[in-house]
């Protein structure tokens, strides 16, 4: 790799890392803006699940072809296609009109939102696999890198969700919606500026295309537990939660729908930033840089099964408090604090495994795969998320989070006979 980005590695992982974040900030601001606004509107649980299906759906598609596409291309051109898909969906959104009917306006989101799904996964994808080939290979550079990525990332998304609920109370769904378009468009301008040319990635035109499965079986086994583990976050995460603190939280006056606004926004962001901060620390909390890959895969396998017992527990209270209460709320929150802690640790090991496992000459594709089945996941968990709420409520949907869990412990057992 004789190129200037090569050459100059960390300039290149600091500006890849600054492009992902100004794009999570801005999906974290878009989903709480969605989210919030048009449960205010009355939306069911099922058709605010809707409005992310798509979102979901697109991340299936654009995994599978990213990584052909970053492979011919380069990942800075991907990169810079995430960026820019991203501003044109902002700047669609700023079309709804509030007149339009509910089925108008679930279909004209649902697009919107599959728009920023190809988006997020574009800049997902490259910047993972941008960090493969720029981390250092010594010391325990690769975990180390991929964790301050992921890690970061995750933080910022959180301020994200916190900064969406604050300008929906602020400035509304339109003017919110705007500034953001116009800010991605300056970071989007100061990162084509600030990337140093040749950001590796392409390959020969004859290994661009060699099947969308991997040839390593460890691979496919750690999407496969990568789909249920974010199904199972998913599924509490999308719309079960978030509504249930909107009904507790909010008296139903304008001034209490913007208090909750602050409320449910502000859990779901200190929820995702320190989710981010754990997956940061996860090299410390799993013993170090110098452990074997085989010790690493045998603590991602504990860590799957820690999660499991989680869900249930919050599901069985939930069942025993039978409807809202101050108790029930401090249990939810404490609860789903520690499942972040626990998920963060099982979330980043396998953004360290995929990596490990995956070929350096096929990267984007192994890269695009793992993160497929990690689209299908949270495309399983937002469906099952609107469906299993509206039809047993709480209880019913953080039962189903942890059914998943288990699935994904299930899967992740069969990592050490890969």
Known sequence: MNTLAAANPLRAYAAVTAAY??????????????LLHFNTLGFTPVQLAWLFLLYEVAGIVTNLGAGWLAARFGLAATLYGGLVLQVGALVALGQLDP???IPASVAFVMAVQGVSGVAKDLAKMSSKSAVKLLAPAEDGGLFRWVAALTGSKNAVKGLGFFLGAALLALAGFQAAVWGMAA???LILIAVVL???????GRMKSSEAWSGWRSKDPR???LSLARMFLFGARDVWFVVGIPVYFQ???????PEGRRAAFFLVGGFMALWII???AVQAAAPRILGGKRQSEAATTAKAIRWSGLLVPIPFALAAVALVAGGPAPWLTVTLVLGLLLFGFVFAVNSSVHSYLILAFGAAERITRDVGFYYMANAAGRLIGTLLSGVSFQLGGLPLCLATAGAMA????????????A
């Open 183 to 185: 800010g991605l468009t």
């Open 21 to 34: 974040w100004a794009f999570m900030l801005s999906d974290g601001a878009l989903r709480m803006l969605v």
């Open 274 to 276: 320190l989710y981010g």
């Open 406 to 417: 288990l699935c994904s412990w299930l899967a992740a057992r069969r990592l050490d006979s």
């Open 194 to 200: 600030f990337l140093p040319p040749g950001l590796p």
């Open 247 to 253: 009904a507790v939280l909010s008296d139903g006056t």
């Open 219 to 221: 691979v496919n086994r």
């Open 99 to 101: 007149a339009w009917s």
